[in-house]
């Protein structure tokens, strides 16, 4: 699934998306893993109500501030991993090694994802908004 994040912090509800994949894919009984190939995203199971994810906004930039001292970000002594157009994000991979989820598996049954009533399937800008994308995988 390719889409772009419009924010630092964002929250993108993939829930219909993962329901959709699931009922084309045919599968009944199984699992769907919903899985991020990047180093500052994150996906995650919970409430997509505006005062919990402003909470989490906050907190997070509290905790891992953007203007922070990050080794990653000091390329007069990193030397690995660097690129001619390497971004500014030392935070935003603390911030995910926080949140600590680049992959869920929900269970399916009767072809319907199993999670309860409030939970959704977030995926989670932590970084700049760019072009991004999620791996979805049903057995």
Do not use: K
Not at 9 to 33: I, K, M, P, W, Y
Not at 44 to 49: D, R, V, Y
Not at 58 to 87: A, C
């Amino acid at each position: 699934m390719h889409f772009e994040t419009s924010a630092a912090n964002e929250f993108l509800d993939l829930t219909d998306a993962v329901r959709e994949h699931v009922t084309r894919s045919g599968v009944r009984h199984g699992q769907v893993t919903i899985m991020t190939p990047h180093t500052t995203t994150a996906v995650a199971i919970n409430e997509s109500e505006t005062g919990f994810l402003n909470d989490f906004r906050r907190l997070i930039s509290e905790v891992v501030p953007v203007e922070g001292y990050y080794e990653h970000d000091d390329h007069e002594i990193r030397t690995e991993n660097l690129q001619e157009d390497e971004f500014i994000n030392g935070h935003a991979h603390v911030r995910q090694m926080l949140v600590g989820s680049t992959n869920v598996t929900i269970p399916v049954v009767e072809g319907e994802l199993v999670i309860g009533r409030w939970q959704r399937v977030l995926f989670v800008e932590l970084d700049q908004p760019r072009a991004r994308r999620t791996i979805l995988h049903t057995q």
